[in-house]
């Protein structure tokens, strides 16, 4: 995406690029906040709002995609089970000149369709590096570390079961945290989770996104094609130099993106990985400056000779003052949290639980792997490291919090759902017993975390001190699905 983290001549660089012309205005209007207007009609005080409202809401994400995954479960154990595990496995096909590329719509989903989730994911890791919780190297410290102990310890209770059997690739699955559910869970809770174990969760969920996201780079890629990635790398370069030139367009932007997916897709790379790596090269610093953009919006609104380039002009100013990474991530908030990853929990959460799956399942180690290391693996790794952060003075407890809110919170962590899944479609064949047990006990071992670890932070709030300055203050905003 294009770097806007300079500050070029705003006249002569508005000409060059094709932007409006400058009326006049201060040369200083380099990274600014949006501007944002309300409207009083009615149709937007009694839906728009309400439906904005809705989509801010941190369990909203949550829920739609705990309704994905019960449609595709009912669907799948229903009379239309058939029609169900055929629509997914048509085969779709595309022809872009010499490419042809053909898969079923189960894999379109997983191959596309999350590019979008992985594009968000870098964007709030770019954000929180540059402007969020992450550019505090020292108040990031502990729950990094913390998120380090919840992907090695449960990826160990796994290899306990499978170590050396046919379902040691499955390693990868109990190390993820799925944010939305995870942040919809302390959304539930309301104040009783201090603002300060909010942001230490998110933090460690952050992190562990980037764990999970090496994982499925270096440990789930394919037989690799050095040319195919070649291309890839091309064109990531490509995307720096024309940041470097000022290029502001969004179209070749997005053209290149094109290219990246198609050319990782061949490497063997996972192809979601170019997502994540368009997203970390997307400015997180917006381009003018706030205040001198505010003088601006009033000094036209004055103005009763506007013309259409002054509009024109206006209508940039406003979209320009915010940082790419964080309109981006803004705009596809809403696609991601209610249409992309409840699609791919529709698409991959519909399996039999028959009396026969569950008696497999009980006995399967894959299973068993899976719930120890969500549950067991993510309390002690996460509890236990960040005792030893702490005890050895990196760093302190989230304020207001005692330890078992983090006990609480290492349990809510070990809702693996929505990037468990994801990793056990690599790890495993679809149609493979494997793939079945995996996600029986993704989904079991999901839901005892959350109920578990919602009990425990309850109890912990309880042991709270009453009217503690941070369990009073409003919830942090999601940022992610």
């Known amino acids: 995406m294009p770097d806007r983290s300079r500050e070029p001549a705003a006249p002569d660089d508005e000409k060059q690029h094709g932007h409006p012309p400058h009326h006049g205005w201060s040369q200083d209007l380099w990274r ?20 904005a409202t809705f989509l801010h809401v941190e369990s909203a994400g949550g829920v739609v995609l705990l309704i994905a995954t019960a449609q595709a479960l009912i669907l799948a154990n229903s009379p239309w089970a058939d029609y169900y595990e055929a629509f997914w496995t048509t085969v779709l096909e595309i022809n872009l000149g010499p490419f042809t590329l053909a898969e079923d719509l189960r894999h379109w989903v997983n191959d596309l369709i999350m590019v979008f989730f992985f594009f968000v994911v870098g964007l709030e890791i770019k954000y929180e590096l540059v402007a969020g919780e992450l550019r505090d190297r020292r108040a990031a410290a502990v729950p990094a570390l913390a998120a380090l ?27 993820a945290t799925d944010i ?71 179209e070749p932007y997005i053209l290149l993106g094109a290219v990246i997916w198609l050319a990782t897709f061949e490497s063997g790379v996972h192809a979601t990985i170019a997502g994540v790596v368009l997203g970390l090269l997307t400015p997180a610093r917006p381009l003018l400056n706030a205040p001198a953009a505010r003088r601006a919006v009033r000094e036209a609104a004055d103005d009763d000779d506007l013309t259409t380039d002054d509009l024109r002009r206006l209508r940039f100013l406003i979209s320009e003052s915010t940082s790419p990474a964080e309109w981006l991530a803004r705009a ?23 009396g026969e799956a569950f008696v ?46 983090v006990a609480g919170l290492s349990l809510v962590a070990g809702i693996g759902f929505t990037v468990s899944l994801f990793i056990t479609g690599l790890a495993f064949d679809y149609t493979a017993a494997e793939a079945s047990e995996a996600k029986i ?22 042991r709270t001190a009453a009217g503690a300055p941070d369990s009073r203050k409003q919830p942090i905003d999601e940022r992610v699905t």
């Open 441 to 462: 006990g993704i989904l079991i071992a999901s839901f005892v975390a959350a109920v578990a670890g919602a009990a425990v932070l309850v109890l912990a709030g309880r």
């Open 180 to 250: 939305a559910f995870a942040m919809g869970v302390l959304a539930v809770l309301g104040p009783r989770v201090p603002l300060a174990a909010r942001i230490f969760l998110l933090t460690l969920a952050i992190v562990d996104d980037i764990g999970a996201i090496a994982v499925i780079a270096i440990f789930y890629t394919d037989d690799l094609s050095l040319p195919w990635l070649g291309v890839a790398a091309a064109g990531v370069i490509v995307v720096i130099v024309l940041q470097r030139l000022h290029v502001w367009s969004r």
């Open 332 to 354: 596809l908030h809403p696609w991601t949290a209610y249409f992309f990853l409840p699609m791919f929990a529709f698409a991959n959460a519909g399996i039999p639980l028959s």
């Open 360 to 405: 497999a399942a009980a006995g399967s180690p894959v299973t068993l792997g899976i719930f120890a290391g969500l549950v067991l693996g993510k309390l002690i790794g996460i509890t236990g490291v960040t005792w030893l952060a702490v005890r050895s003075g990196v760093g302190p407890l989230p304020r207001g919090s005692n330890w078992l809110q």
């Open 149 to 175: 102990g919840g992907m090695v310890v449960p990826a160990a209770f796994y290899l306990l079961f499978n170590a050396g059997g046919e379902g040691a690739a499955g390693w990868g699955i109990p190390m």
């Open 32 to 51: 600014a906040k949006p501007v944002w207007i309300a409207s009083d009609r009615t149709l937007a005080r009694w839906v728009g709002r309400p439906v």
